[in-house]
C-alpha cells in the first residue's frame, strides 16, 4: 500500500504538465447550460484514450420528467448527453463513481475579467476561467486518477466509473439522468470545489413566491388604500424571525458557523406601476434553506406557516392572505454519515497524502449529492480541489496544487475503496 502510495505521488509530478493543459482545454470550450456538446467530446475522446468503455447517455427530459427529484430547466434539446467512463472489473471489490458536472454558469460582464472569461489562463500557479473551479478541475482530477493508476499497472477490484454530466447548476437533470438509467455503486465523490474539505452533508433549497394584494388609491389620499409594500415589511420581518429561530432549533454539526446552515434569501421583488399611486401589488421571489435532515415538505410548511401567522395579526392581511407558491428549483437537503466507510476512507486517503488533519463540513450550496443519497442511495461525499467561493464569480480560478492533491487523494481513495492489484 505505501509503495503504490509513493508511486502515485511521483507519477503525479510527472504528468503535472499534462493535467494543467487538459484543465486549460476543457475551460477554453464554453459549456453553459444547453451546450455542453464540445466539451463532452473532448471528454470522451479523453476516456477512450485511457482504454476506458465510454457510454452517451442522453438526458432526454421525456425519460427523466415522471421523477419525484426532476427540476425543467428550461432547455432539454435531445442532444444534451452525459458521458461515462467505465473502469470496468469482474472481481467483487467495491465499487465508485466519480462524478463531475460540465456545465457552467453565465460569466457576468466579460469586463469584470482581468482575461477573457474562456481563456483558461495559467498565471502564478492558478488556472482561470469559467468553470476551472466549478467544476472541471475536479472532474479533471478524477479522470487523471484513473490514468495514474492504469500507467501504474493497478487494476481495481471493483468498477470505477466517470461521471461527466450535463445541467447541474440548472437543477441536476444529468445526474438524475444516470439515476433512472440504473448506474449505481457502492459509493460516489461528487468532485466540487470543497476546498479539499469532506463534506458528505448539504443544505437544501426552496425557490418561492410570495404576492400581497393592497388597494390603490391616489397618493394624495393614501391613507385610503393599502400599500403592498408596507404589508410585504411584515412579511420580511417575520421572515428575518423564522431564519434566526429556525437555526435556533436544529442543532446541526460541521457546518462552518451553526447559524448558517439554511439561509432564506429574498431575491427579487417587483411592486407597483407609478409613483403617485400606492401599490396594490407585490410580487417576491426568494430561497428557503433546508437543514440537513429535514424535508422539504417540513421546510415548506415552516414557511408557509409563518407567514400565515404574522398575516393574521394584521387586520388587513387577515382578510388578504399572502399567496406563497412553490417555484422553479426544489432541491432538498441530503447527506452520508460521517461515520460511513466511505467518509472515513476518504478522510484516511487525505490525511495520509496530505500529512493534515481532514476536515469534515457540510456546505450550504445545493449539488447532485441529494440525488445520489435520497433516490439512488449511494453514499456520497463532495471532495475537490478550488475555493466555491471564487465559483460563480469573475475571475473564477483554480489553484494547481489544489488539483495535484485531488488527483493523489482520489488515486488513493480508488486504491483503498476498490482494493486491487498492481499488474
Ligand atoms: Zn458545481
Not at 437543514?291 to 394584521?314: H, M, N, V, Y
Not at 497524502?353 to 453514499?379: C, H, M, W
Amino acid at each position: 500500500m505505501i509503495e503504490i502510495q509513493t508511486e502515485i505521488a511521483s507519477a503525479i509530478k510527472q504528468h503535472r504538465d499534462e493535467i494543467v493543459e487538459f484543465i486549460q482545454a476543457v475551460v477554453r470550450l464554453p459549456s453553459l447550460a444547453d451546450n455542453e456538446g464540445p466539451v463532452q467530446k473532448l471528454i470522451a475522446d479523453k476516456l477512450r484514450s485511457l482504454d476506458l468503455y465510454v457510454e452517451r447517455i442522453p438526458v432526454h427530459f421525456e425519460k427523466i420528467k415522471a421523477h419525484p427529484a426532476f427540476c425543467d430547466d428550461g432547455y432539454s434539446p435531445d442532444s444534451r448527453y452525459n458521458i461515462l467512463g467505465n473502469w470496468q472489473n469482474e472481481k467483487a471489490g467495491k465499487s465508485l463513481i466519480l462524478n463531475g458536472h460540465v456545465d457552467v454558469v453565465p460569466t457576468g460582464p466579460p469586463e469584470n475579467w482581468n482575461e477573457s472569461p474562456w481563456s483558461g489562463a495559467l498565471i502564478k500557479n492558478r488556472i482561470y476561467g469559467r468553470g476551472s473551479c466549478d467544476m472541471k478541475a475536479g472532474l479533471s482530477a478524477g479522470i487523471f486518477a484513473v490514468e495514474i493508476l492504469k500507467k501504474l499497472g493497478f487494476a481495481p477490484n471493483g468498477s470505477v466509473q466517470i461521471q461527466s454530466v450535463v445541467g447541474e447548476e440548472s437543477g441536476g437533470c444529468g445526474t438524475l439522468a444516470n439515476i433512472v438509467n440504473g448506474y449505481t455503486a457502492d459509493g460516489a465523490v461528487i468532485l466540487e470545489p470543497t476546498s479539499l474539505r469532506i463534506c458528505p452533508i448539504q443544505s437544501g433549497a426552496l425557490t418561492f413566491s410570495i404576492t400581497i394584494h393592497g388597494r390603490a388609491t391616489h397618493a394624495a389620499t393614501r391613507w385610503e388604500g393599502v400599500s403592498a409594500i408596507e404589508k410585504f415589511e411584515l412579511v420580511h420581518q417575520v421572515i428575518q424571525e423564522l431564519e434566526k429561530d429556525r437555526h435556533q432549533s436544529f442543532h446541526v454539526q460541521y457546518y462552518e458557523r451553526s447559524d448558517r446552515v439554511a439561509p432564506i434569501n429574498i431575491g427579487t421583488i417587483r411592486s407597483g406601476d407609478w409613483h403617485s399611486t400606492v401599490p396594490e401589488k407585490l410580487m417576491a421571489e426568494g430561497r428557503l434553506g433546508v437543514f440537513p435532515g429535514e424535508s422539504a415538505d417540513e421546510a415548506r410548511t415552516a414557511l408557509e406557516e409563518a407567514i400565515g401567522k404574522a398575516a393574521g395579526q394584521d387586520k388587513w392581511l387577515a382578510k388578504e392572505p399572502p399567496k406563497v407558491q412553490w417555484i422553479e428549483g426544489q432541491f432538498e437537503s441530503g447527506q452520508t454519515s460521517v461515520e460511513h466507510p466511505l467518509v472515513k476512507t476518504l478522510l484516511g486517503c487525505h490525511e495520509s497524502v496530505t500529512n493534515d488533519k481532514g476536515q469534515l463540513e457540510g456546505v450550504t450550496y445545493g449539488s447532485d449529492l441529494r440525488l445520489f443519497t435520497n433516490y439512488a442511495k449511494i453514499p456520497t461525499v463532495l471532495y475537490g480541489p478550488g475555493d466555491v467561493r471564487t465559483a460563480h464569480s469573475a475571475n473564477e480560478y483554480v489553484e494547481i496544487e489544489h488539483v495535484m492533491t485531488a488527483v493523489d487523494v482520489i488515486a488513493n481513495l480508488i486504491v483503498r475503496w476498490c482494493g486491487g492489484t498492481v499488474g
